[in-house]
């Protein structure tokens, strides 16, 4: 009961705290700020120790009280609750600048507002930018924490703001006098404490410094940064609808960590290629500001620093600010173990793409010869990092502004006959859902009158976007297909990009489009609303399996079940498997996760007993009762192997152990053919897409050795073209392999059926073209 009480009033201290925003709008002398700041709390005052000291983590209640009392302390800060996070924790912001700043935010968002959109500047638009930039200042927006096993940004946040909020060193009040800083302590609230629990629950046992058994975002984990164009996550519609949407800003600074045995830092410029629809005057920005904070921190002593490496710049999917007139600078810190300190060897370091960490080269250095790496190297690597960029931020005003304004010109100026005029988006099931996205990204969207385009008619409810605006460079990435480079490396093996290779959405949509060049008007009815989309109604019966072993894609199943309302459990492991099977599931799910964890999990010795192994034997024979009596289980991507292991299917993975310069398709939009009589197609088009990453492609076996059922029992419902390339969009080695081999089929066993998928049809809750195949599955009878 007492610690009960004790929790209830840490929280409601934290709550009072955050609803205490500082407002006060009299700006203060620097004299009267100088005698305040020795009252200023230091994080250590409020959260018992110092951020960087080994094996101390805060909670986010800490977080949130931190935050709070600065901002009651300290006339720079203004602290605010944006939202709610999907577990409800609250969705927070320090704004940080010279009280005279803050006194005047509203106009600094109107100087932003224009220079981004040069439209609103009136007839001539040079000379009234020339006046904005001229009182503007550098709005630099740094976000904290979104992978939460990644403690030390969050960390970082509080030593920011604390020297930000109390130090009147001469550099720091020329950051306070030329830049706004949005400061955003965690982009995932919820994964503060998520690790932070499983963190202290392990501390001082053999299991010290592993990663939670669970998602540390409740549905995307890891991928909570891969979804900054689809917009899926509230933390992601928060951010850019309250920060990046409001503000503008000019540099974005996102501080990540990452593996423990490469270099000790990254920075940019990225690596090849970029996504085409990137401004030149971003590539410049990200480019000279990173090459000059490796340059100075390299100067102040730092070691193992990495740039052009490691990381490209293709996806938009982690670059909202690319499109919107921001310079992204991603860093990279190298990881401890959680907060545990660890030993590195100078023979364990390991090369990354485009450096080796061993070696002094052009874009790597000086070398880190090893040793002892915790977590206040990493705090000091990140806070140092951030200051260098806001000192450029603050003496490099003008030019960040001028720069910010050269991109929005461009994007509005008139085009040119031969140039591409618009996007015209027909209304379709699933054009609206496109649509709510490109309305969420600020991208503007037309609904005439009847109209002709491109020798075309267009009825009333078809959506025009014109290119002559500021974001259309996004929606231009978004509707056509990539075109991914064929990168090798000296020996001929496909350079892997760092995420993936395709994100046009309007494949993984089913939108159609038409990109018109001629120039063409239209009339705006006075009433021009969005189209709406129907979804897909609830059902029940649904058992979703969910491993001890986190997986991604068994997260994002779960969101995609319930935004279309399906019903479902989660069952975990073989023993409670067992129990639950008795239960009358219609289907089971087994997302995308590889044959060898489904079964094992993790190994004994690695995490605590009761969270070690898989489905196993036991798992498997429950599984096989109950498809047996009746059934149906549902295999997702690379589960699908499993299936074909566990249950001795006539099927074989034709690209399963084949070198990548003979089969290689990271993350790319395919061409399927499917049999539309088939129930899983029903209401289907004949030819559709197949998200492909890691994905198995089946055959037949007509006589294999030990099949449970014979091929006859296998129905192929969608397969690779023969006559054409299955590659859509993205980058695909070894297209003849595949060509005629299936991506789903149905395997009959018992009274009951499996179902394979050799794709993603929910992938990271953008494919709606193929949540059709996966939703039939699922109501099969």
Known sequence: MR?????????????????????????????????????????????????GDDRKLASWNQVLTYFGKLAQASDRVKFEALGKSTMDKPFVMATISAPENLARLDEYKRIQEQ??????????????????????????????????????SYLSSMLIAYRLASSNEPEIQNILKHTIVLLVPSLNPDGVDIVKNWYDKTLGTPYEGTEPPELYHKYTGHDNNRDWYAFTQVETKITVDKIHNVWHPQIVHDIHQQGAYGSRLFLPPYMQPVEPNVPKQIVAGYTELGNWMAKEMRAQGFQGITTNSTYDAWSPSRAYSHYHGGVRVLSETASCKIATPIKVKFDELRSREGYDPQKQSANFGPVWRGGEWGLRDITKYMTTGAFLLLKHAAENREQWLRRFYEIGKEAVRPRQKTELFAFVIPKSQHSADLLEVFYRAGIEVDFPLPFTAGGVRYPEGTAVIKVNQPYAGLAKALLEKQHYPDLRDSSGNPISPYDVTAHTLSLLMGVEFKSVNTPFRYQL?????????????????????????????????????EQNHFGYSSISDAARLSTILETKYRAIVIPDQSPASLLNGYSRGTMPPEYAGGLGQQGVKALTSFVVDGGTLVFLNRASGFAIEQFKLPLKNVVAGLPRTDFYVPGSILRIELDTSNPIAAGMPKESIAWAEDSPVFEVVEHKEGAT??????????????????????????????????????VTLGNGRIILFGFRPQYRGQSLATYPLFFNSLSLR
């Open 525 to 561: 009815p006075k009433d021009g609303g969005m189209n709406s989309c129907t979804g897909f109604g609830p059902e029940s019966g649904i058992g979703l399996y969910q491993s001890r072993m986190p997986s991604i894609d068994e997260g994002w199943t779960r969101w995609v079940l």
């Open 115 to 152: 220079l981004a959109d040069p439209r609103k500047l009136g007839p001539n638009p040079d000379r009234k930018a020339a006046q904005l930039i001229a009182r503007g200042k550098t709005i630099v927006l740094i976000t904290c924490g979104i992978h939460s096993t990644e403690v030390g």
């Open 3 to 51: 610690l009960r009480i004790i929790s209830f009033l840490l929280l409601l201290a934290s709550i009072l705290f955050l609803n205490l925003t500082i407002s006060d709008s009299a700006p203060r002398s620097i004299n009267r700020a100088a005698q305040r700041s020795a009252g200023i709390p230091t994080p250590q005052d409020v959260l018992g120790f110092t951020p």
């Open 709 to 746: 059922v014979s091929a006859s029992a296998v129905k192929v419902i969608a397969r690779y073209p023969t006559n054409a390339n299955p590659l859509l969009s993205g980058w695909l080695l070894g297209a003849d392999r595949i060509k005629g081999k299936a991506a789903l089929v149905e």
